[in-house]
């Protein structure tokens, strides 16, 4: 079977990785990812030049399209792919505006009254925004309705000083319409843990997979600016140290219930579907969606997928999802990124990387925002590689990622205290207090 894989991180050469034995494999991606090119046959394009894509997928005669990234998605890629006859793991574009617009998100859980919302509202005006804030007696985010690449959504505490300076920032959001929506979104902010679960989706049903957690902050201890998600964990039982079952039975609920309400108010939702979660002292609270794998979340559970990945993909476009099985194990995912990312950069600089090493330890390598060219693998401003291994306990991983980490040279750095015992337990002792 002909399949295409659109985007080019590490996201998108994790799913290929899963795909390259069963399948006849292509992709489209942006830059020449050295992970990719050698186990697909592929064409360099901006993945949002939707109808490029499909000229390719009618060339080559591709039956499924996965689409890795948000952006396309946005565009309409998969109404595009089907007008053209090819079937797609990702949203049609109503149903991808579980993403694409968020205060279509946080109507759909009003209307359809799904449980884990939080206190929200849109504006257009600055008046009522403003007489809103001084009127709110806790701490705000502020969102972009649309897509801004993860860049736009800024939060009182960490990137703002208060809820005045939240103001400003809100105006300057409906002023330059950022993301697309001369519009701003508001909303409590959340005190608690983070946590991901991403899920397959058929349109009807879904199947979710291990919860895992990503580190947004640059440097260790959760400092410095908030990123892509410098690394990841997930751990045995599919669990979190400070998730129960309970918890995680919540929000796959709360997605589920989300799932059919897609249905009924735009389309039947069909891909991967990433729910990030706060859990709260009440249990979880949805913070938002994505229509997409979480990068670096993609690249902790697909190396534990143990049912062929083509099986699960024909499953989603057929609408005939039952099951997916995972590896019992805990994995890590460590990111490597520029030095100075996310705000200076080394673009063009050349990085080495000793995948021979890195496997012989068991770890793999993923590569994100790199370009391969003849005198080696270029950086560019963004994430340049992740590194995953995978073990008993969160903390082997850990050590065995860590080491795999020496085995690459250049101006990079990375968080060498994701899924260390330290920090894991300070997420537990926090879960704790929170729970009084
Ligand atoms: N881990 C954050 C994201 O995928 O958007």
Redesign the pocket.
Known sequence: MKVLVVGTGA?EHAICDTLKDDVELFSYMSKVNPGISRIAEYKQGNESEIEKVAEFAKEKEIEIAFIGPEAPLGKGIVNKLEEVGVSCVGPNINAAKIETDKSFMRKLFEDYKIEGSLTYKVFDEYEPLSEFLDSFDKDVVVKPVGLTG?KGVKIVGDHLKDNQEAKEYAKEVMDNAMGGFAQVIIEERLVGEEF?IQAFCDGENLIPMPAAQ?H?HAFNGDKGPIT??MG?YTDKGGLLPFLSQDDYDKAVHIMDKTLKAIKEEASPYKGIL?G?FMLCSDGPRLIEY?AR?????AMNVLPLLKTPMIEICKDIVNGTLSSADFEDKATVCKYIVPDGYPETNHAGEIVEVDEEAINNLGAKVFYAAVDLQDDGIHLSSSRALGIVAKSNTISEAEKIAEEACKFVKGNVYHRSDVGTPVLVEKRVEHMKEILG
């Open positions: 996201r993860g991901t990503d947004p892509g998600g990841s990433y990030q994505n794998f979480g990068d670096p979340e």
